[in-house]
């Protein structure tokens, strides 16, 4: 099986990826669960000052890692499934958080949500995650 290392060039959260989102995700071992701020720069945008569809599940998808990660769970994604509640505005801060809800054998399942600075829903997602190690 191949093995998977963190070179800290992840897109959403590597630090050493200069072109990609740099999150601090903080876990909650307890909980199997992650939260982190965000912002989305405008060249991430696909309709004026409205994030691309993609980037929010990009973002859902690490989320959703992450927390199995706190939960002791090298996974990668297999699943995901978006729901899009309302648009993202470039530069305007968010919160992205996830939760570990079931691990059966080899697969994790987790949900997620992306919210504005109000709380408010901008997208949700569930995933279903493959255990690497």
Request: overall charge positive; some cysteine; glycine content about 12%.
């Amino acid at each position: 099986m191949r093995t998977f290392a963190d070179d800290q060039n992840c897109f959403v959260c590597g630090r050493k990826n200069g072109a990609g989102l740099q999150l601090e995700f903080r876990r909650d071992a307890a909980a199997g669960a992650a939260e982190a701020g965000v912002a989305f720069p405008v060249q991430y945008q696909g309709w004026r000052s409205t994030v691309h569809g993609g980037l929010l599940a990009t973002v859902l998808d690490e989320a959703m890692v992450q927390a199995a990660a706190a939960a002791g769970l090298k996974c990668v994604t297999a699943e995901i499934t978006v729901k899009f509640r309302k648009p993202a505005m470039t530069g305007e801060p968010c919160q992205v958080s996830a939760r570990v809800t079931e691990a059966r054998g080899r697969i994790v399942f987790a949900e997620g949500r992306l919210c504005d600075g109000r709380g408010q829903a901008l997208a949700q997602a569930t995933g279903k995650l493959f255990k690497v190690e």
